[in-house]
């Protein structure tokens, strides 16, 4: 199935499951929809924290169409399930977004893990939470985001154990991507990023690391959430965790290198 | 001199000259200032934009000082000279802006190729504009910039004849730097681009370009200033050609490998 077909699928409600191992050759983003007045000051935010927040696209104010992200595209349908929130608080979850749909929406999608996972997967090094069937585990830190406006809050970081070869090669790859999260923020010591028990997630679920295995922790797609909801705007929406929108652009043609 | 001394000469008057060789292990950057109502269509273009308009920082809204630049940087008199666009039409150079500055100012720093061009110097690739004493050879191309709100127009390139080694060697060593143009967007026939006449540049001062050399072509950051000056902004404030900013952020950080 190619991304356009998939997006039918979801669009006439033929799909809507988490997206997680569809369409792998093709990038999936996370999606942070809001009123014009915030975009400026999230625009911002997310140029200030590109490691947590790579822009694939912005959209023009109003428009549920993206050309950069895929052919005949429709933000308001495309994808499976919506988070919206008011004042911060999630008050609903939906499969459709043409009752909620403002003409001074702007539509920001932001690259996802799952594409330099691919790429990891495809030159061999295992993935602990791919293997134990779970989600990957993510932990609030203490270092600060860069802040812009009303946004600010902490990095959000995911992680992954790794052997010491493994980690290097890791780092090589995803250095390459840095539209998709990049290269790790850090390896080792958990403290160091203010995490007190790595077995206690703050969101998905614990791995396994065995002996002389590594923490490795990347920049993650949940910061931008956590600092549009901590912003506590009116009106936000997101897309519902793991269901994401999947686009035309190839995860190869992320590559700087 | 460090970058902040630098900066310091400018805000007293002790400096006043074209930027071009100074502090070179530290980034220059081309200057963009509108009011607060363009600037998310103008953020809009510079990320869709990316190869013509890397941005190293954006301001607050009103902002002058911009920490992400350089300490106790201020933006209304530290660059050696500015010019001001009204309705697109440049009406006057001037040495300050603190005449000028409004509350609704956003500050735009956009990477510069004097940054890559440091690079290529330090592996021993020969410039040849560098080598005859002139402004590197500007063209404008017929690639259409994506366009965002009122910021569209076409791309402008920057060319430097080089031997087939090289210009290899240039595509490896650009592509480890995004934040300042990142790697060449075309390698050869000029046509392909929609440039005439290598020999009449748009903007800068034509080379020589000598047998078994092609030219290699990089997107510019002269791209921004000709879609602000197109947009036709009530008021726009840019740095007068060469007169760049200088930062505090050294050039080998901008790596992403």
Redesign the interface.
């Known amino acids: 199935m190619t991304p356009y077909e998939f997006r039918r699928a979801v669009r006439n409600g033929a799909f809507r499951g988490p997206t997680a191992g569809h369409c792998g050759e093709f990038a999936q983003a996370n999606l942070a929809i809001m009123p014009?007045a915030y975009?400026?000051a999230f625009?911002?935010f997310c140029?200030?924290n590109p490691k947590a927040c790579p822009?694939l696209?912005?959209g023009?104010?109003g428009a549920y169409a993206i050309d950069?992200l895929g052919r005949d595209l429709d933000i308001r349908t495309d994808v499976p399930a919506y988070n919206v929130y008011r004042e911060g608080r999630l008050v609903e979850r939906v499969e459709s977004l043409s009752e909620l749909w403002q003409p001074d929406f702007?539509v920001f999608a932001i690259g996802c893990s799952f594409s330099f996972e691919a790429m990891l997967a495809r030159e061999g090094i295992p993935l602990r939470h791919v293997e134990e069937g779970r989600n990957v585990p993510m932990y609030r830190t203490t270092i600060p985001n860069?802040r812009?406006?009303v946004f600010g809050g902490e990095l959000v970081v995911s992680m992954r154990p790794m052997r010491g070869a493994d980690a290097i090669r890791a780092v090589?790859i995803t250095?390459?991507f840095?539209g998709v999260h990049?290269?790790p923020i850090h390896i080792g010591t958990p403290s160091a990023l203010g995490i007190a028990d790595l077995a206690r997630p703050d969101f998905g679920d614990p791995v396994t690391i065995r002996d002389g295995e590594l923490p490795v922790f990347w920049a993650c797609g949940v910061t931008p959430q956590t600092a549009l909801m901590a912003a506590r705007l009116p009106l936000a929406i997101a897309h519902a965790p793991g269901h994401m929108l999947m686009t035309d652009i190839e995860n190869t043609s992320l590559a700087?290198?």
């Open positions: 014009e975009a400026l625009l911002r140029n200030a822009l696209a912005v023009d104010p950069a702007v860069r812009a406006g090589q250095s390459r840095p990049g290269a700087v290198f």
